[in-house]
């Protein structure tokens, strides 16, 4: 279960604010991740910091503390718990609950598609983790395949570094550049627009999609999903999650679910193959090559590339109409995900199916 942990460096600090640390779980755009260990009670903990050549960049120093402020607003449940943040040596810092289990990515690279129970409980726990987000009055805006944990208890949805408040995501042309991760990202967004609840709702999609199938569903092309006018291409998922994903890849994001909409969905369909689902604490199940679906190519293993920050498309001839039909559906697709939707359902007697 800890097969995502590299050795350290010989740049690498080996202790961060009192705590030791003991590998390397991850890099990205804005820092790096350690395992550490918690000088009290020896206990992991994942330590993230800044990178040296940003910690003197004053936007990247708020997000880093924006992070932290964000990420303790949502429930631990879906997520790693912030635990502490600060400063040292003009290098921010922040420590979380070490969320131990291997990324959706890693196992997608290393076996393939997922079998339909374990993407279903996939499907199941991510919608939910996004069900907390948004209740907290967050946008995540990187869902993608690298940010979602398989653990014993369940997924768990990490890294809020481009996370925002709902009343803060404004569109991307006002300051000339959109966050994210290409091949990840709602056509909304691609264009300049604002990420609301829905954009997450749609990488939603893509994620089940890649998930279950090997491939993106609209190509990863960030100026194929702005101009796309097909259907995505769901060939190969499970019956039972077709209508779930198609509804999430609705270019119009007022046309989309919300992510308890998503959930509630997902709880009331009988769940494929139980028994057969891929535990945490086993190995996944031995399969027949005939009926799975493609594994992923060496470029769709790839599509986690860096979240990165890039001026807005405008794809010639479509980007004047691709902007009204989508951009029009924002302001009514925002803010509308409630966790107490869930709530409802299950007080009148609605009973969950365990992922």
Not at 68 to 83: D, I
Not at 171 to 188: C, F, N, R
Not at 338 to 343: E, F, N, T, W, Y
Request: charged share 20%; glycine share 12%.
């Amino acid at each position: 279960m800890d097969g995502d942990i590299r050795p350290l460096e010989p740049a690498d600090p080996r202790e961060v604010a009192g705590h030791p640390l003991l590998g390397r779980l991850g890099s990205g755009g804005m820092g790096l991740v350690y395992l550490g260990a918690d000088p009290d009670s020896g206990g992991r903990v994942a330590v993230k910091t800044i990178h040296p050549h940003l910690a003197g960049d004053p936007s990247y120093r708020r997000r880093f503390k924006d992070e932290a402020y964000l990420a303790s607003r949502v429930a631990s449940f879906c997520t790693a718990r912030v635990l502490a943040h600060g400063e040292e040596d003009g290098r921010p810092y922040l420590v979380t609950e070490y969320v131990g289990g291997v990324s959706l990515h890693s196992r997608l690279v290393g076996d393939g598609p997922l079998p339909a129970a374990d993407l279903h409980g996939v499907a199941v726990g991510v919608a939910s983790a996004l069900a907390a987000i948004h209740a907290a009055g967050l946008v995540h805006r990187d869902i993608k395949p690298a940010n979602v944990m398989l653990t014993l208890s369940g997924c768990r949805v990490i890294d809020f570094g481009i996370a925002r408040a709902q009343d803060a995501c404004t569109a991307g042309a006002t300051s000339g550049q959109v966050l994210g991760t290409p091949g990840w990202m709602a056509p909304e967004v691609l264009i300049g627009g604002p990420a609301t609840p829905a954009a997450d709702v749609f990488a939603w999609g893509c994620l089940i999609a890649h998930a279950g199938t090997g491939r993106m569903p609209i190509g990863g092309d960030p100026a194929t999903l702005c101009s796309a006018v097909d259907e995505p291409d769901l060939s190969g998922l499970p019956d039972s999650l077709v209508p779930a994903v198609r509804s999430a890849l609705a270019k119009n994001p007022a046309e989309r679910p919300t992510a308890s909409e998503l959930l509630l969905t997902l709880v009331e369909q009988q769940e494929p193959d139980a028994g057969d689902r891929w535990r945490a604490t086993s190995a996944p199940p031995a399969r027949t090559p005939a009926p799975a679906p493609p594994r992923p190519s060496a470029l769709d293993s790839r599509r986690d590339t860096a979240t990165r920050a890039y001026t807005p498309l405008d794809v010639e001839g479509t980007a004047t109409s691709m902007r009204t039909r989508l951009l029009a559906g924002v302001g009514a697709a925002a803010g509308t995900v409630l966790v107490g939707a869930i709530i409802v359902g299950l007080a009148h007697g609605r009973t969950e199916p365990q992922p």
